[in-house]
């Protein structure tokens, strides 16, 4: 049995090693378009910043190690150009040389694209976009030649790519049309603004850029009304899925633009499976939805969720609340589910509780805090969304992030079994308090 996978990142390489495990004789291909499989795009900012030296840190496995040690016939530098789903086939370049393989099972893992609000943008040699290894790179040798720097998108990339280059001493003005980290409400936003500030970036909210030339020297970003010149600019204005090649195909598309997949990952099509940054799965906040989260846990265990169905083991991805956490220096950032504004255009039914909170007993040094908020659905009484800054944020977030997939209630959160010792939380966590809080209003 041969398994094609077009895509070498953490959904193609976990469908690959999953099939390997389950199939020791099948035979499997990986094509892939960069020069490396099995990274993690997740690590450029602080590769950037010099917290990780070398680009092959990002690397959890190499080519090689696939070939030796999984038998998976791994082909870098090589593009899948078209795919006969009719014929089971797939056109690929690789190595220079057009090619047609045949499969038996196919695996779309071509990830997600950076949305580019207009593609000649792209034509400067001072514009960048973060996508592979490679980018890091070039911006990584770009950076040491420039002191002002742009980011245009103040969301996860954005703010992190703010961090590394604030980090290494350039001056950073970061664009942003709605607010910081427009996933977290007003409020919370404000908090990592003013963190970006205290840091000496200047951010400009509200702040759509609608153009961006380079004359030669600088690259001049305008809204209509003002012109800033920088010498270099990333963009980090979101991402989309990649499906061109499944588009093309015939494999049908989902509400967001990504591909249409049941729990099992499977496509449209027979025999034709896709994962991670190109697909859009179950919202497991509010059911019937479908999310899109481009996100490298969801990716890897789509990737498995795939891969074990080819295998033979049937079993089910459930979809995702979408938890995502990041930070700006000491400031932690974290979401999960909705947002209040998302919440207020839903029509949805919910209360809202917002504490600030010590993240360790009051007595126990050193002291540090955070904001929490989380939004409670008044009928069912379960949280559908949370916004955490501050320190030490990570597991409350991971406690209500279980808490609003598998539904508790508020008292269940209460009751939940948080573990206490003063360097780790006060006794009464924030999460306790909060489903308190809500738990004792309604
Ligand atoms: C800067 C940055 C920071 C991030 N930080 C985080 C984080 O902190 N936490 C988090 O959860 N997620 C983070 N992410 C997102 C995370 O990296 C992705 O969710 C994850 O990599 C998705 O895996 P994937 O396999 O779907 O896609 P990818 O890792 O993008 O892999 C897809 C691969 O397909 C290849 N490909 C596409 N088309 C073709 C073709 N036609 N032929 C051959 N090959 C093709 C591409 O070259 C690519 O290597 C970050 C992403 C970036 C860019």
Redesign the pocket.
Known sequence: MKVII?????????AASRVRRLLPESEIKV????G??S???????YYVEGLVPNLDDLVTYTPEFFRSERKIDVHIH????SVDVGASEVR?IVDGNETIEKYDYLVF????L?IVPNESWLNSTRVFT???LED?EKVRLYSKEVSDVAIIGAG??GV??AEAMSGIGKRVTIFEMKRVMPVLDQELSGLVKGEMEKAGVAVKEGFRVDSLEDNGKKVVISNGKESFSFDAAILAVG?KP?VE?AKKAGIRLGQHGGIDVNNNMLTSVKNVYA????VEVNDLVLQGRKRYV???????K??YVAGSNIGGKAIEFPGSVGA???KFNGLEIGTVGINEEEAKQLGLDYYPVKIQHNVRASYYPPKGGLTMKVLFEKRTKVPIGAQIVGEQIWGRLVALSLGIQYKLTAEQLFYAGIPYAPPFAPVWDSTIVASRIFYEKI
């Open positions: 077009i895509g070498g990142g953490a959904a193609g390489m976990s094509f892939e378009e960069s490396y499989v990274y993690a795009p997740c690590g450029v900012p090589s593009q899948a150009i690929a893992a071509t990830g997600a950076p973060i996508r592979h890091g996860y990339i992190e790519m991402v990649n090649l994962a991670g940054d190109n481009p996100l490298a846990p969801e990716a890897n789509e990737g995502a956490v990041t």
